[in-house]
C-alpha cells in the first residue's frame, strides 16, 4: 500500500497569503495523483487531477506541481473560503490511498 | 447537472448488514468506475472499493475484504455496497463517488453507525 504523507497537520495563514501544502508518497506515483478540498459538514471537492490538472470550475489560484513521490498544491492568494483541510490522494495503484489531510487555517 | 444520492445509512449492531444505495444522474453512468469512500467522525478520508463500468473488475481495502460487495446496476443507474459482519470500526460517513482521473463528484453521504 502507498502512503501519503501531509506535512504539516496544521497552516496558519492570513487571507491574501500564499500557501504551499506538501504531499510526499512512500513510492513512485507517477503523476496520478489528486488534490481535495473538503470544509466541514461538506463531502470532499476535487481540486487537482494527475497533479497538475484543475478541475473543472476550480479557480486559477489553485495550482498543483510534482511528480514520482514529492508533490505540492499552492493557493497564490488567500480568499476566505480557502480556510479548509485539503487532501492528496494517489490512483497509481490499489488501493487508492489519501493523505491524512492539511488543514488551512485562520491565523 | 450531476448528482449522485446515498441512501440506506443506519444504526446497527456489531455483526449486523446493511445496503447502501447510491443513486445516479445527469451522466452516462455506464460509462464511468465508481468507488465508496469513507470518513470516521473527526477523521480523514479512507478509499473503501470500486467498481469498473461494466461490473468486470472490483477493489477493496483490505479491512472489508470478505465482508463488503461492491455492485452496480447500470439499467437503474445505481451504485450498491452491501456490508456484512459490520464493526465499530466501519462507523464512518460513507459516499459514492465518481472515479475518472480522481472521484470527480461526490454524493452528500449516508451515515453508518455500528453500536449494541
Not at chain 1, 500557501?19 to 495523483?33: F, G, I, P, Y
Not at chain 1, 489560484?61 to 479548509?84: C, K, N, Q
Not at chain 1, 494517489?90 to 488501493?95: A, S
Request: aromatic fraction near 12%; charged fraction near 20%; glycine fraction near 8%.
Amino acid at each position: 500500500e502507498i502512503v501519503l504523507t501531509q506535512s504539516p497537520a496544521t497552516l496558519s495563514f492570513s487571507p491574501g497569503e500564499r500557501a504551499t501544502l506538501s504531499c510526499r508518497a512512500s513510492q513512485s506515483v507517477s503523476s496520478s495523483l489528486a488534490w481535495y478540498q473538503q470544509k466541514p459538514g461538506q463531502a470532499p471537492r476535487l481540486l487537482i487531477y494527475d497533479a497538475s490538472n484543475r478541475a473543472t470550475g476550480i479557480p486559477a489560484r489553485f495550482s498543483g506541481s510534482g511528480s514520482g513521490t514529492d508533490f505540492i498544491l499552492t493557493i497564490s492568494s488567500l480568499e476566505p473560503e480557502d480556510f479548509a483541510i485539503y487532501y492528496c490522494q494517489q490512483r497509481f495503484n490499489w488501493p487508492q490511498t489519501f493523505g491524512q489531510g492539511t488543514k488551512v487555517e485562520i491565523k | 447537472e450531476v448528482q449522485l444520492v446515498e441512501s440506506g445509512g443506519d444504526l446497527v449492531q456489531p455483526g449486523g448488514s446493511l445496503r447502501l444505495s447510491c443513486a445516479a444522474s445527469g451522466f452516462t453512468f455506464s460509462s464511468y468506475s465508481m468507488s465508496w469512500v469513507r470518513q470516521a467522525p473527526g477523521r480523514g478520508l479512507e478509499w473503501v472499493a470500486n467498481i469498473k463500468p461494466d461490473g468486470s473488475e472490483k477493489f477493496y481495502v483490505d479491512s472489508v475484504k470478505g465482508r463488503f460487495t461492491i455492485s452496480r446496476d447500470n439499467a437503474k443507474n445505481s451504485l450498491y455496497l452491501q456490508m456484512n459482519d459490520l464493526r465499530a470500526e466501519d462507523r464512518a460517513v460513507y459516499y459514492c463517488a465518481r472515479n475518472l482521473r480522481g472521484f470527480d463528484c461526490w454524493g452528500q453521504g449516508t451515515l453508518v453507525t455500528v453500536s449494541s
